[in-house]
């Protein structure tokens, strides 16, 4: 197999970090094809913990491509510095390519994102404060800003001063706000245009190539199916496409040629942000889950909503995605629970439905209908085949498998690349 989207199943937070350093040891191309800087995958080599933001996690093994795709918002000064980060501990990150077509986050982006997230009071999404927002707002308008523009100084000095003087007549007269300084942002820019000069790309082509050629390609997707502008909980997502039709757009490659789509999916439950979340554990109860399983966020440091499995969601995500198979992460953090709670579907008005619905205030009036599965108190954080995990955590699998209709391909028993149960790989 060729080509594999690796996609999150629920809200973000998946584990995809370290899904992604597994399966990028055997690619040779790991494409990054939305998002930006709001992402953070945490991946484990060895004691070493990386916190990646932007580059694709295939970076921590040498001789790979790894390409930031069209679909990314790219903001320069977290770039330069994740990539002095890597470089300081002798991580080689000349496979990098970023693409012409990616759109530039600007410092007046950051600034809307947190302006706009203020004015929206109660309503706020919780977001990031990245700019990633505000970034694909100028892109669907036509206004945005690309990385190949960073090669005709010209055109981007003329392009910034068009936009950051539009945006401080909007940060002044609608929120009374100080504006940006042209010739500061303009010289920080002029830095970062001569750093990754070198690194700018027709990834397209690239990409396109490297399929052509037959060479295994990964797509590595940020975020996740519920936090997809389309399929996610609308208006409590993320301006991109996560979903794995996203890899098409944000790499730009056409739909026959993906082989896979693996979803990862936490053996648990979280959300940050607002919005309604069916299974969510509050009280004490969720602090324990969010202490056991670490829940903070990678990139604000935020702590998750922690709640049970909820297989209404993943269908949705098998559905939308075309899942074909299921990479389990975190089922270690269930340990010692007991009885384990799946939700196999919501009580709306009355009636039991098996469907995620699209209205958010249908949504908030569901309640999860539970089964109720026996826990286990082995340590399974040593398993290393399915053999080796209790009968209670097989049963926890089969039903997930069962209650998707989607195979369990990978298991995640702890943070480490050695933590891994493979049943089947899928390049
Ligand atoms: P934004 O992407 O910063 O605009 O944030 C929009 C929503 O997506 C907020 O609820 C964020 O908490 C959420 N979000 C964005 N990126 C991630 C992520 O990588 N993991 C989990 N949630 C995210």
Redesign the pocket.
């Known amino acids: 197999m060729a080509a594999v989207v690796l996609v ?1 199943a629920q ?3 998946e584990g995809k970090g370290k899904i992604t350093d597994y399966l990028a040891e055997k690619a040779d191309v790991v494409v990054r094809y939305q ?1 930006g800087s ?3 995958h945490t991946v484990m080599v060895g004691r070493e913990e990386f916190k990646l933001h932007l580059v694709p996690s295939g970076i921590l093994y040498p001789g790979k491509l790894c390409i930031i795709g069209n679909g990314v918002v790219l903001d320069p000064a977290v770039l330069v510095e994740e990539l002095d980060g890597l470089a300081s501990r002798g991580v080689d990150t000349s496979g990098l390519k970023i693409s012409n077509r990616a759109h530039l986050i600007l410092p007046y982006h950051k600034g809307l ?1 947190a302006v706009q997230e203020e004015h929206r009071g109660e309503a706020m ?6 700019g ?2 505000p970034a694909y707002v100028d892109k669907a308008a036509r206004t945005g800003i690309r990385v190949g523009d960073l090669l005709d100084w010209e055109e981007f000095r003329a392009k910034v001063t068009h936009n950051l003087t539009a945006t401080n007549e909007l940060l002044a007269k609608i929120y009374d706000r100080p504006g940006y300084d042209l010739q500061a942002v303009l010289e920080e820019y002029a830095g970062y245009a001569r750093r990754l000069r070198p690194l700018i790309a027709d990834s397209v082509r690239l990409v396109n190539r490297a399929l052509q050629e037959g060479r295994k390609v990964l797509f590595e997707g ?3 199916t519920l ?1 997809d502008l389309d399929q996610g909980t609308y208006p ?5 496409y996560p979903v794995a039709g996203g890899a098409c757009i944000g790499a730009g490659v056409g739909p026959t040629r993906i082989d896979k789509v693996i979803g990862v999916v936490k053996a648990y439950t979280t ?5 309604p979340f069916p299974t969510e554990i509050t009280g004490p109860a969720g602090d324990a889950l969010r202490q056991q399983g670490m829940e903070f ?4 440091g ?1 702590p998750r909503r922690c709640g049970w499995l909820d297989t209404v969601i993943l269908r949705h995500a098998a559905e939308v995605n075309g899942l074909t198979g299921i990479a389990l992460t975190k089922l270690d953090v269930l340990t010692g629970l007991e009885p384990l709670r799946i939700c196999i579907g919501y009580l709306y008005r009355g009636t039991v439905g098996e469907d995620f619905p699209a209205s958010l205030k249908a949504l908030e009036e569901c309640e999860p209908v539970y089964e109720e599965l026996p826990g286990w108190h082995e340590d399974i954080t040593g398993a290393r085949s399915l053999e080796d995990l209790p009968a209670n955590c097989r049963r926890y699998i089969q039903r997930l498998e069962e209650l998707t209709g989607v195979p369990v391909h990978l298991i995640a028993v702890g943070p480490r690349r050695d933590q891994t149960i493979v049943l089947e790989s899928p390049f």
Do not use: E, M, P, Y
């Open positions: 999150g809200w973000g937070d998002g709001n992402a953070g994102d999404i919780g977001t990031t404060k990245r990633i927002g940020a975020q996740g936090l409590f997502v993320t301006s991109s959300r940050v942000g607002s919005g966020g990678t990139t604000t935020r």
